[in-house]
């Protein structure tokens, strides 16, 4: 569809080689970001997704900061990062001013039944805490999705 796409990984030795091993099957082109890449590489890869060269822009978090990918306008989280800090420092790569879409689609999958399900409901939980702490009314002034919200949308896309 022409559209480009953003792949968070916590594990840059051992997910990143398996997703592009198994997009090539595909026939989409990709770029590749991770922290022991020199800077060359890391430059090259970052300009071939944003001249269009390239479809998807698979990254560690060495990618959450530091790099602006606006033409994206998907953003998937293979495993979700252990902090919302993180979580929103990966969003915010591809959610800039200077994005020219009117909305940017963003995914985590957590795999059910595994030890990060578990991390997963603590995060909640913990958005919780935050949301008691500061009210959700402070929260939704300050463009914050609120713990009730999050829950909400994850019963409506929870597969049975």
């Known amino acids: 569809q022409g559209e480009q796409a953003v ?8 997910v990143l080689p398996l997703l592009t091993a198994s997009t090539g099957g595909y026939g989409w082109s990709y770029s590749v970001n991770k ?6 590489a890391r430059n090259a890869s970052i300009r071939a997704f944003r001249a269009g060269e390239t479809q998807i822009f698979f990254t560690s978090d060495a990618g959450a900061k530091g790099i602006n990918l606006p033409e994206a ?9 252990p902090l919302h800090s993180l979580l929103i420092q990966r969003a915010d790569r591809i959610h800039r001013i200077d ?3 009117e909305s940017v689609w963003m995914d ?3 795999a059910r039944d595994t030890i990060e399900e578990g991390l997963y409901n603590l995060n909640l939980r913990r958005n919780d805490w935050s949301d008691k702490l500061l009210g959700d009314d402070e929260a ?3 463009d914050f999705v609120s ?7 994850l019963r409506i896309g929870k597969a049975n």
Not at 35 to 40: E, H, P, W
Not at 73 to 81: A, N, Q
Request: charged share 20%.
């Open 7 to 14: 792949v968070f990984t916590y594990f840059a030795s051992t």
């Open 35 to 40: 922290g022991d890449m020199s800077l060359t």
């Open 73 to 81: 306008t998907y953003l998937l989280h293979y495993e979700r990062p």
């Open 99 to 101: 994005s020219k879409a």
């Open 108 to 110: 985590s999958l957590v």
């Open 140 to 142: 939704s002034e300050m």
């Open 147 to 153: 713990a009730a919200d999050r829950r909400n949308l």
